[in-house]
Nanobody, 125 residues
Framework: QVPLLESGGGLVQAGGSLSLSCAAA????????MGWFPQAPRKEREFVSA????????HYVDSVKGRFIITRDNAKNSVYLQMNSLKPEDTAIYYC??????????????????WGQGTQVTVSS
């Protein structure tokens, strides 16, 4: 129900970079955990990164550590995912998500209640 709008996806060559943005409209995100979940074709949507609403905790899956950086700007009601050293395996639709206010940080889909429409990221070999 919370409107989340992803942008910044595109087609890049392996080793390149992309910056994804997720803007929330009509709500404040300052008290919500924010996460990024890619979904590859014929695959389950899976967690890659999250940023706690407290501003004190971030989490990354091992496969993206050192390559992806999640940031948030509460004044802009936005969360970002900087993706560097991209690999073909990163190809997926990337969904932005938000938790209910004040929730403990989680890394699974059940920890998030609102989702954006997704933005396509394609990495060529």
């Amino acid at each position: 129900q919370v409107p989340l709008l992803e942008s910044g996806g595109g087609l890049v060559q392996a080793g390149g970079s992309l910056s994804l943005s997720c803007a929330a409209a009509g709500i404040t995100i300052c008290n919500r955990n924010m996460g990024w979940f890619p979904q590859a074709p014929r695959k389950e949507r899976e967690f890659v990164s999250a940023f706690s609403w407290t501003g004190s905790s971030t989490h990354y899956v091992d496969s993206v550590k050192g390559r992806f950086i999640i940031t948030r700007d509460n004044a802009k009601n936005s969360v970002y995912l900087q993706m560097n050293s991209l690999k073909p395996e990163d190809t997926a639709i990337y969904y932005c998500s938000a938790s209910i206010p004040g929730r403990t940080l989680g890394t699974g889909k059940r920890s998030y209640d609102y989702w954006g429409q997704g933005t396509q990221v394609t990495v060529s070999s």
